[in-house]
């Protein structure tokens, strides 16, 4: 379940037009990490979508935390619970509301009980953070870890978490890939590069240092620095957050995600 501060999760579109120069999947495949990665830090790592799969919410009223590792370890038993794995907490005298582990959930992809997939109609997410059953039934409260994540006796939840990109995002990163696959084939492209003057048949042509332009917080393509300009005008590094230092996960609660 890893963290859209630490780098994206996964690429923010999943093709560009760029035509038939010879490319391979993998290649496309690159450039569209490689550009996402780019325009995610330029634009201060706020956005980005995360998937969480078969997490498995167990009650743990003795667990405790590795602070080193990060995970979760019972007192009681002394071994390592399974990873993906989150202390199960439901609304006091509310059990069919329950706190999924991240916040800005956008949606909930799966629940399955003793290995039946649950009615998606049965289910929403409300405030973007609990899973709500409309029936009002609770959710299940053991969850035996010792057995299968389909097999009876266990239950477990996949959603997807984080900022959606906007589309002005999602063009940036197309067109950042569609340059960075030309510059990998070998073909001219709007990339700027190290060359700052170029005299051609008596014409001379200045062009940007390309560090200069990443000082600035922009790269020289307009696609993308139209988007960092509005995304991320103050420059940051990343979304400003608030650290909470008895946050087992060691992770800030950001603002915005």
Known sequence: MTAPARRPCEPWADDFNVGNLGQSETQVDQALMAATEIVWALSGRRYG???????????????????????????????????????????????????????????VTNVTIDGAVVDPESYWVENWRWLVRADRQPWPNTQNLDVAENAPGAWHVSYRWGRTPPQSGIRAVQKLAAELLK???????????????????????????????????????????????VANPNRLKRAPGIWRADDPRRASNRIGT
């Not at 998937?51 to 590795?66: E, F, G, I, K, Q």
């Not at 002394?78 to 582990?101: H, I, Q, S, V, Y």
């Not at 390309?210 to 020289?220: E, F, N, R, S, Y």
């Open 49 to 107: 979508v995360c998937t969480a799969s078969n997490v498995r919410p167990a009650r743990a009223p003795s667990l405790s935390y590795d602070l080193t590792s990060g995970r979760s370890w019972s007192r009681s038993g002394g071994w390592p619970l399974p990873d993906p794995f989150w202390p199960m907490t439901c609304a006091p005298g509310r059990p069919w509301r329950l706190k999924l582990w991240h916040r800005s959930v956008i949606e």
């Open 183 to 229: 510059d990998d084939l070998g073909l001219d492209c709007d990339l700027p590069q190290r060359v700052t003057q170029v005299t051609r048949q008596g014409l001379q042509f200045v062009l940007n240092d390309p560090t200069a332009l990443l000082d600035k917080g922009v790269l020289g393509v307009n696609a993308v620095d139209q988007f960092i300009a």
